[in-house]
């Protein structure tokens, strides 16, 4: 049976840094490096259910039996711009994985995704995906960002996001249906998007704190 999971990092660290992040006099230098650490704590509990293997080793005392990620090895793939802030706290925990990329871009009249960058193998089977993307908040760009890797052959794939809205969450749960496994890794679910499809209370434009207005 596929399905959506919903998994909410409930951590006193978790929610110290995530209102450090929202507070608005927070400024860039601050916001990315909390976002790293922020990240790194999702990451954990985002790579739960990573594929391993075991592995025979030669410790200095006996042989034993330990584990080792399977191979194919995850991909992780940061959505431009604001998720390339996310990328760092990823890999620090998941060295090995091949890194994707996909530019998305939200049209601010129609909230509709754009892609405007792609680059990710061909072949996703059998390979289990991490997205990273800060927002989660209509869902547009996530829809579009795992019908992408669906195309490719994914069926296990996880977004790894700081803070969601209730109304994203819906409309991802209703677009992935059964064509696979999603996993949702998130700091905080909050109240409600307003008018302009900003996440309430949120923290603003993620890739704006991240990268300034450019
Ligand atoms: N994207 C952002 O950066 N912030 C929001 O609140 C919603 C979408």
């Known amino acids: 049976m596929c399905a959506m999971r919903l998994h909410v990092a409930d951590h006193p660290l978790v929610a110290h840094k995530l209102t450090v992040l929202r507070d608005e006099r927070t400024a860039s230098p601050t916001f990315r490096l909390l976002?790293?650490?922020?990240?790194?704590?999702?990451?954990?509990?985002?790579?739960?259910?990573?594929?391993?293997?075991?592995?025979?080793?030669q410790t200095p005392v006996t042989q034993t039996t330990g584990t080792k990620l399977a191979d194919p090895r995850p991909l992780v793939v940061p959505i431009l711009r604001a998720g390339l802030g996310m990328l760092e706290g990823?890999?620090?925990?998941l060295p090995t994985a091949e890194v994707g990329f996909l530019g998305m871009q939200r049209d601010e009249?129609?909230?509709?995704?754009?892609?405007?960058?792609?680059?990710?193998?061909?072949?996703?089977s059998g390979r289990q995906c991490f997205l990273l993307d800060p927002m989660l908040a209509t869902g547009a760009t996530l829809v579009a960002a795992i019908d992408f890797l669906f195309e490719r052959g994914a069926r296990d794939v996880t977004a790894v996001c700081l803070l969601a809205a209730p109304e994203g969450l819906k409309v991802l749960e209703d677009a992935v249906g059964d064509r696979g496994d999603l996993t949702v890794v998130v700091a905080s679910v909050d109240e409600r998007l307003n008018e302009n499809a900003y996440i309430v209370p949120g923290l603003g434009d993620a890739g704006d704190r991240l990268y300034g207005v450019v």
């Open 35 to 57: 976002v790293d650490e922020l990240v790194t704590l999702l990451a954990y509990e985002a790579t739960r259910d990573v594929r391993t293997e075991p592995t025979v080793i």
């Open 90 to 93: 990823m890999t620090r925990l």
């Open 109 to 124: 009249e129609t909230l509709e995704a754009i892609t405007y960058a792609n680059r990710l193998p061909d072949d996703l």
